[in-house]
């Protein structure tokens, strides 16, 4: 017998929504700058991305409130992503280098270190401001 | 165009790769073609070495375990279950038995969602982009779930050495709960897609067949030496984890239509079988989980320091969704990084079945027999010669005679 069960579900998906979140816009802008510029204006609007869980990894921060560089936490960094100057008493995060394995905010004893939920950090310069934390 | 004839006696030989749209990864493919029939085909990995174990050498225990994730994106799980397995066995570390079953439950979500990434990629190589595309959205709901319980939705970074990172709080089951209904539901209704689509089936029986003594001979691990009909897996022969309390039967096509043809379509079955097993097996550990600890190490430098002190040799396997991962590891005292890390992924195993598939099928079936081994290829390269002045090709004895080398050199560096 000849069959073919992927029809009716094709004719049923005709009528349903689509199941991707339409990030940033339902129709995707030419330009995103000038998108965003709009969005800014507020001449259009931004379809947000989906909320993240509690708990997700996201873009590492840090806090350098008491911090005593004890460099446990580049001792376990799996990228070296971090630079202790036990000397100056300073800690340098490259969130670019970052894996985001979050080992480093387990070991901390001070909690100095913590997984945000950002993740939209796309840049065209790994060592700029935003993405070397000190 | 220049009009080429073809002589009935000669074939042609056409290179595919290692760079080509038809290829997700780097490999590179000789075949030998009278008409539109495969007469010999040839095969040359090694596009792809990224010297992961070299790396590990400069780097401790804990920070290779992410370097392990990152071997395969798909079996991030399993290969850092087989790299925890390893060390712990060198470096006699105990696992608490709720680590062992959350390990379990995040091994077979895994499988959940690798085996519908493979069903969608198959579709795809089909030329069935409906399926594919179904197959994805039924995979999403499984990618929400483990970023859910994990924090993202691949390389989970929830194994430790010793245990596991997070736990699964009672909270967190109803959300579990809900998901694997689910899937039982979806799982009806793929198994309606794939099974009972006779353009699908006509498709896929009786090409691309690998007889089960070739399957035998050529040593292939998971779905592909299962669907020749010989029930091996890793967690019923030898059970790890929590496999050894709960109930594992290595899936054969006979489950299902009585008979083994061994061809993709056998495949097909299998890995669909085994998304439903997998279902089974996380409820069934959902229910059996003690309550305990999640690790004996909960201070990480203990743990570095308990490494550094060992020595010895470890060795950990796990069955991953596309097979057996093999994991060895040395450990020097009074050093950090482990001596030596050797990793062998699925893919290695099934490549050469490649082989005996392809012989005699058609170019149009070509692409649906690569993917129905499911392929990982940058998993496999482990090994760059890049001597310069020297044949390209190693024989076996001189693949031998340099394993033999490097074995020695090892053994001197253990003095």
Redesign the interface.
């Known amino acids: 017998m000849f069959r073919l069960p992927m029809v009716p579900r094709v004719l049923k998906q005709l009528f349903n929504k689509p199941a991707t979140n339409p990030f940033p816009a339902r129709h995707l802008p030419k330009s995103i700058t000038r998108f965003l510029e709009k969005v800014a204006a507020g001449k259009a609007e931004l379809v947000l991305p989906l909320e993240v869980p509690e708990g997700f990894r996201g873009k590492i921060g840090y806090n350098p409130e008491g911090c005593t560089a004890c460099s446990l936490c580049a001792r376990v960094c799996p990228a070296n992503a971090i630079e202790v100057n036990r000397e100056e008493k300073t800690v340098t995060v490259y969130a670019g280098h970052c894996i985001q394995c979050g080992q480093c905010t387990e070991v901390c004893p001070k909690n100095n270190l913590f997984m945000t939920k950002e993740f939209l950090t796309a840049t065209t310069d790994r060592y700029s401001e935003e993405m070397v934390l000190t | 165009m220049k009009e080429s004839v073809v002589s009935a006696k000669k074939p042609i030989k056409t290179v595919i790769g290692p760079i080509h749209p038809a290829l997700k990864e780097p490999i590179k493919f000789i075949f030998e073609i009278d008409g539109e029939k495969v007469i010999k085909v040839d095969l040359a990995p090694g596009h792809n070495h990224r010297g992961l174990e070299w790396m590990a050498t400069r780097?401790?225990a804990?920070?290779?375990?992410?370097?392990s994730?990152?071997i395969c994106g798909i079996c991030s799980i399993s290969h850092s279950i087989a790299y925890c397995r390893a060390i712990e066995q060198a470096a006699d570390i105990e696992v608490p038995v709720r680590a062992d079953y959350l390990r379990t439950i995040f091994a077979e979500m895994e499988r959940i969602h690798s085996h519908l990434l493979w069903a969608g990629v198959a579709a795809l190589e089909l030329g069935?982009d409906?399926?594919f595309y179904?197959a994805w959205?039924v995979r999403?709901d499984l990618m929400d779930l483990l970023?859910?319980l994990t924090?993202?939705r691949v390389?989970y970074?929830v194994l430790q050495i010793g245990g596991v990172?997070?736990d699964i709080t009672p909270d967190q089951h109803a959300r579990i709960n809900k998901s694997l209904l689910n899937y039982t539901i979806l799982f009806d209704e793929l198994y309606?897609?794939f099974l009972?689509?006779?353009?699908l089936r006509m498709r896929c029986r009786d090409t691309g067949v690998l007889t089960p003594e070739d399957a035998l001979k050529l040593c292939t691990v998971g779905p592909v030496i299962r669907a020749s009909g010989i029930a091996t897996d890793v967690r019923q022969d030898f059970p790890y984890c929590a496999y050894g309390d709960l109930d594992i039967k290595a899936i054969t096509p006979e489950a299902l239509a009585g008979e083994v043809h061994g061809d993709v379509f056998d495949r097909i079955i299998v890995r669909l079988l085994e998304v439903k097993q997998s279902i089974e097996i996380i409820q069934q550990s959902m229910k059996k989980m003690p309550i305990g600890p999640l690790t004996n190490f909960p201070k990480?430098?203990v743990l570095?320091n308990h490494i550094k002190q060992a020595e010895g040799e470890g060795i950990g396997r796990h069955e991953a969704p596309r097979g057996e991962v093999f994991h060895y590891i040395r450990l020097a005292a009074n050093q950090e990084s482990p001596l030596v890390w050797k990793v062998k992924a699925s893919t290695y195993s099934n490549a050469m079945s490649w082989v005996k598939m392809l012989e005699g099928e058609q170019i149009a079936d070509i692409p649906i027999i690569v993917a129905s081994v499911d392929p990982c290829i940058s998993c496999t390269d482990r090994v760059a010669m890049v001597d310069k002045g020297r044949t390209s090709i190693f024989t076996q004895d001189d693949l031998r005679r340099l394993s033999r080398k490097k074995t020695e050199r090892i053994r001197q560096g253990l003095k």
């Open positions: 780097r401790n804990v920070q290779t375990l992410y370097v994730e990152r069935f409906t399926l179904k959205e999403e970023e859910y924090g993202n390389n970074g990172r997070r309606d897609m009972e689509d006779t353009v990480l430098m570095l």
